[in-house]
């Protein structure tokens, strides 16, 4: 938040101001120096790294101030610096009253798939409306969430903010920081199970967003998966709206059809309206992102008119579900950001009805599964298999289970290839595709499968 002194700052922190003018006023907050500009303020943040060592380094790219745990000498007198007992503490408390102050909305959106790419729809259908704040990026934990709000205009009147988790009670330390008014479960799904003992587990992790939601807050639930319906009879905050196909979803699709390269074509009920959409989308998951994002725009008491517009335009994110065109018109969807079993499952079975001379799928290691985890590869394996692809290349130690459930269900040997590193795949594919070919990509975050994609583009981009 933009126009706040450093006197203001350190006071809502409960800081020390050590040195610098308590009158300067800052324009923007950040964690990494790198991102510093004239005016920022740097939370030396102890993460992975030690934030304290890059004081200096945000100092002399312009930052005006900084947030320490630790006394820091060798910087001019007047830049400002606040001490704090827990620079991450004090981020989040800076944070949270500075939103408790304001009359913004908060959307809280988490779940074990399509978070992000519901936070992007909602945002631009409520931004036919309102004046949207929205988290960047995968900014969705204790840093990322505060750093968010800390970027909010007097004008905003709506936060969207995405709440993620690997361990039990993250999400409800994010909750304390911003209650949401409204909340949204896009699903539970075997997802960070490296953590959890079960998928009841990781739904209880879940279900801590309504229970840190404002009272009368508005929950907006999956109302296909089991597991969120029962959390939706449990919830008594406030009403409660379900999206998806169950003919009880207040915002649900209707006669959803595959439309090929068109995307899918649906009918929309939206409380009593009815309309007819085509989206441009290959995965029917995204599909059920944007029927979140409009329950979110129902709970706003919204009509369909107000936010029809938004339906010609909405966005998609990189790395989770962008078409790339390269020469010889080759195709790629670009789906590298990340993987889960219901998440690959979906697109595999979406994108195997898309006519193509080849369809290649890219699949790299699915990571976090614990002892389940060869028996969801092999089963991807074998989605492969049934849904229509004719190649498939795994990357990673895990994924050569893909190989072998593949193998078992009718795909032959030598239409698999393997590799260790996305490194070292990119070369390959250069010599292997032929004009038409259709590539999916998609693995989990550490296996960096857009270096494939980089490195396609460079070599083959039109």
């Not at 308590?22 to 324009?27: D, I, K, L, M, N």
């Not at 296909?224 to 998806?244: C, H, L, Q, T």
């Not at 219901?342 to 699949?363: C, E, M, T, Y």
Request: charged share 25%; net charge neutral.
């Amino acid at each position: 938040m933009t126009g706040l002194r450093l006197s203001d700052i350190a006071r809502l922190m409960r800081g020390t101001l050590l040195q610098g003018n308590p009158e300067a006023v800052v324009s923007s907050f950040i964690f990494d120096s790198r991102e510093a500009t004239p005016g920022s303020f740097f939370f030396a943040l102890k993460d992975k790294r030690d934030g304290h060592l890059f004081v200096k380094d945000a100092y002399e790219r312009g930052a005006s101030a900084a947030c320490i745990s630790e006394r820091i000498s060798g910087l001019p007198i007047d830049f400002g610096l606040i001490l704090v007992e827990d620079t991450l503490k004090a981020l989040q408390t800076l944070a949270g009253k500075l939103l408790a102050q304001s009359q913004l909305k908060v959307v809280g959106i988490t779940g074990s798939i399509g978070k992000t790419s519901t936070k992007e729809f909602t945002a631009r259908l409520l931004s036919e409306k309102f004046k949207v704040l929205k988290s960047p990026g995968n900014f969705n934990n204790q840093i990322g969430l505060p750093i968010s709000i800390l970027s909010m205009k007097n004008t905003d009147q709506v936060a969207i903010l995405e709440m993620g988790m690997n361990h039990r009670g993250e999400i409800k330390r994010l909750t304390e920081i911003a209650p949401p008014d409204v909340a949204v479960l896009t699903g539970v799904a075997p997802v960070h199970l490296e953590f959890f003992r079960d998928l009841e587990e990781i739904a209880l992790a879940k279900q801590e967003i309504l229970e840190g939601a404002r009272d009368g807050a508005v929950a907006v639930l999956n109302g296909d998966d089991p597991r969120v319906r029962k959390m939706a009879a449990e919830y008594k905050k406030g009403p409660v709206i379900f999206y998806g196909c169950s003919p009880d979803c207040q915002v649900r699709a209707e006669n959803l059809q595959s439309l090929g390269w068109d995307g899918w074509s649906l009918d929309l009920i939206y409380g009593r309206e009815r309309t007819s959409l085509r989206v441009p989308f290959l995965n029917q998951a995204l599909v059920f992102n944007l029927l979140a994002a409009c329950a979110v725009a129902f709970s706003f008491d919204l009509k369909l008119a107000d936010f029809y517009p938004a339906f010609s335009d909405l966005p998609l994110v990189e790395q989770r579900g962008q078409m790339l065109r390269l020469k010889n018109e080759i195709s790629i969807y670009d789906d590298s950001y990340n993987s889960n079993p219901v998440a690959l499952d979906w697109v595999l079975k979406s994108l195997g009805r898309i006519p193509a001379r080849r369809k290649i799928a890219v699949l790299g290691d699915m990571l976090e599964l614990g002892p389940q985890e060869i028996e969801f590869h092999r089963q991807a394996g074998k989605t492969v298999a049934q849904s229509g692809w004719d190649y498939l290349v795994t990357v990673g130690l895990r994924a050569k289970h893909m190989a072998e459930g593949a193998v078992e269900n009718g795909l032959g040997g030598g239409n698999i290839s393997s590799f260790s590193e996305a490194s070292e795949v990119g070369p390959w594919l250069k010599t292997f595709l032929k004009p038409s070919d259709f590539l999916l990509v998609k693995g989990s975050r550490g296996l960096a499968l857009e270096k494939i994609i980089n490195f396609l583009k460079n070599e083959l981009e039109d």
